[in-house]
């Protein structure tokens, strides 16, 4: 079945992003947790080759989500705490830790918004101001959820060592709620991006 040009675009990425993440697999910091970061990750792109045919994301989203797995892949390799280049940030501006996972986080609120509010928006025919707080607010879920399983994770392992390099609390008693925050951000911060641009009249 020939594959139209405008389609070859999320294959181009699919292919570039195996690529990545073979060599990200190449002696990980821990492989513990290498394997606990990857699950979802690799689930979510399965889920994605899945559904491609039923619902064709934009290039736009497909691009961010791309751009996302990388930055998670990286992380998953390193460990969220351990990411060289932000430690040579925490050293330069001398920060008090690791920002990565903080900056992941974000990138996720972000990325996340568009694609759920195209699902919304073409699929469920859903307009308006609904269009953009449905996947606000699922993306806030999402991180709390997310935040839980983290923890469900390392308390069920009994690993000490995926204690502390999965969940990258860095001595912040208030960890989980800054990853929230910081996915919040990145939701609200698409949110008013696509309220720009988008040409509704609600």
């Not at 992941?104 to 195209?118: A, C, D, I, K, N």
Request: proline share 2%; hydrophobic share 50%; net charge positive.
């Amino acid at each position: 079945m020939k594959i139209l040009k405008k389609d070859r675009f999320p294959f181009l990425l699919l292919f570039i992003f195996s690529i990545f993440w073979v060599v990200m697999a190449i002696k990980p910091y821990s492989w513990t947790v290498w394997f606990a970061e990857n699950v979802l990750s690799v689930a979510f792109v399965v889920f994605l080759i899945l559904t491609y045919k039923k619902f064709r994301l934009s290039n736009l989203s497909y691009t961010l989500l791309f751009i996302f797995l990388l930055f998670h892949t990286l992380g998953s390799h390193y460990t969220y705490s351990k990411m060289p280049l932000f430690e040579l940030f925490r050293q330069q501006f001398d920060w008090s830790r690791n920002h990565y996972d903080r900056f992941v986080h974000f990138f996720f609120g972000f990325t996340f918004y568009f694609p759920l509010r195209e699902f919304i928006s073409r699929k469920l025919k859903i307009n308006c101001i609904w269009s953009y707080l449905i996947p606000f607010l699922i993306i806030v879920s999402f991180k709390a959820i997310y935040e839980i399983i983290e923890y469900l994770t390392v308390v069920i392992s009994h690993d000490v060592t995926l204690g502390s390099s999965f969940l990258g609390m860095q001595g912040d008693q208030w960890d989980a709620q800054n990853d929230i925050l910081a996915g919040t951000l990145g939701a609200g911060t698409s949110w008013i991006i696509s309220k720009i641009r988008s040409k509704e009249k609600c």
